[in-house]
């Protein structure tokens, strides 16, 4: 039977195969709905197949109308005073540059599970709480852009602001990424448009010195992961102005980074002199950004920068009086990073540790010290600084304290059991690191496990914050049997302690520093650990902490650090300031805890120190011609 009337004439009726053609479009438009309809009320496994990451992708990068493209493009060129590239340096790099590794990649076992379909009552669950998270996020955006619009802070009491990071913008660009994980399109591209701007000839804090560590993870690497995200060119101009400013920084005698800049001076090219004793996290911590700029530029010189500065670190991390571990502190200027007698890998060492395995991961395998390295570490810190807790539910959790040793006649390594908020980081890199290094005792009997001691420690306070710094009493032994409650015990050792404070939960013998300040690194791993093992216990836990720190810590314009967590007395005292990682890293990793799982995948991107995600290149390569 004929589909159309028939006064049309038989030349211009379909044919047979016509027909077909159009029944079969018809039969593939129904089974694109479909799926559709499916993939709304399911989460992908995650991978590159997920399709919340690419809706995302699409919403965030695709082209604006030709009007509004046309009016951007006129905007986004640089404003810089000064061409860090055109620095004559006293003391110029070795050549040749050494180059970012490039070949055939190792074949890495994927880090993130295999996670499965998720019910609609599930999703809806999910998609609530993450919600939440972004209106408190855009809280937070509104009052920095109404009041403290291109300045480093917002201060959350009083609404005022600060410049303290150079006066570079360091909220803007530290958030460029959360905004575009966020899906806030608008609010992106205003802000890309504002780091254009931004003048990396001048600074604005009044100090006349650049912090090479807060400069590197804030600035650049905001910057990279921006670009990595959404392509925009500028993003990678200012990315390479800024690192060719921290670049200067090697323009010392054996080519070791300063800690500071001496902006004026490093202008000259005359050569800066390198501080006698720096903490370990401060030149540790430059691998990853320069890493990736010099993988996005094709310029090895960043590259080059650090690689040496890691043979020093390489070259003594097994001569040190705990091996395997470096001293907290260090000096650069006598390439010395064996001498001293302190070991932690929290505080001022964190960062240092944490790229070891991020490095494995961003070289795609092709460096092969960075596990050695890696591995190095992770087993003389679980002998000398991971303990077990006595607390009275007898939970199976762990803790990280730090070290002395001793050095009067016989060396004797003692462990100090004060724990930081900084050190909760570390349940996070044995999960990554066993998924890597394909050790999965790691996860279960470390990662889990350190971060279940983080949460233990958020949840046992009264307000469910984690102060700064506290102290617990290690058991002798981390099985059942050798870590009872022992009430006698805890009182005797309380008493020991003369910071400890009758308000305090049992099992705690201080809280030295009872703030919370809006600080990443407990939720960092519990996003981690969540995504590693899809255990949903670590989502729930996320939840409570997000509940616990939006409440306690909210004011009339954001979020402010909190002076005192181990009271329940609310309104809690607050300090009228807000760290830019507040909402770079804090509230990115809780948003992504309630994500889909293909949303920045841990099999996709690799994060750095202040939660920023650079692309881990699939066949490890330049994305520019070389200059070498």
Known sequence: MARFPSSIPRNLRPSQSRRRHILLALLLLLFALAYFFHSSTTSSPSGTHGTEFTRLQHHMNAPLPVKARQQQQTKLTSNTSFDWSSVPYAYPPPQPLRQVPIGRPVSL???????????????????????????????????????????????????????????????????????????????????????????????????????????NIRYLGGLLAAYDLSGQEILLAKATELGDLLYAGFNTEKRMPVDF????????????????????????????????????????????????????????QNLTRTPGLWPIYVSMARQDVVSGNQFGVAGCADSLYEYLPKMYALTGGLEARYESMSRAFLEAADKALVFRPMVPGNEDVLMIGTADVTVDGKEEMLLNPESEHLGCFVGGIYGLSGKLF??????????????????????????????????????????????????????????????????????????????????????????VMWRITGKPEFQEAAWDMFKAVSNGTETEFANAAVLDVTKAEYPLPKEDYMESFWLAETLKYFYLAFSPPDVISLDDFVLNTEAHPFRRPKKPRVDRPLKL
Not at 133 to 151: D, G, T
Not at 280 to 298: C, D, F, I, K, Y
């Open 109 to 215: 076992p994927p880090v993130q599970h295999a996670f499965g379909p998720e019910t609609p009552t599930a999703r809806k669950k999910r998609e609530s709480r993450r919600e939440k998270v972004r209106q408190v996020f855009l809280k937070n955006w509104i009052s920095y852009r109404e009041r403290a619009w291109k300045k480093d802070a917002l201060l959350p009491v009083s609404g005022g602001f600060k410049d303290q990071f150079s006066g570079w913008a360091a909220t803007l660009v530290d958030s460029l990424d959360t905004l575009w994980i966020m899906g806030l399109r608008d609010e992106f591209d205003e802000a890309v448009e504002a780091v254009a701007g931004i003048d990396f000839g001048i600074t604005k804090d009044g100090s006349g010195r650049v912090n090479i560590f807060e400069t």
């Open 261 to 316: 800049i001496d902006f004026e001076g490093a202008k000259t090219g005359q050569g800066l002199t390198v501080e006698e004793s720096v903490v370990s996290a401060s030149p540790g911590t430059l691998t990853l950004e320069m890493t990736r700029l010099s993988q996005v530029t094709g310029d090895m010189k960043y590259y080059d920068a650090v690689s040496r500065v890691m043979d020093v670190f390489e070259s003594g």
């Open 438 to 527: 394909r050790r999965p005792e790691w996860v279960e009997s470390q990662g889990v496990k350190i971060t279940n001691g983080c949460v233990y420690a958020y949840r046992a306070m009264p307000t469910g914050m984690m102060p700064e710094r506290y102290n617990m009493v290690p058991c002798q032994s981390r099985d059942d049997e050798g870590c009872k409650w022992n009430e006698e015990l805890w009182e005797r050792e309380k008493r020991k302690r003369p910071e400890w404070k009758k308000h305090l939960p049992k099992g705690f013998t201080t809280a030295k520093d009872p703030r919370y300040i809006l600080r990443p690194e407990a939720i960092e791993s519990v996003f």
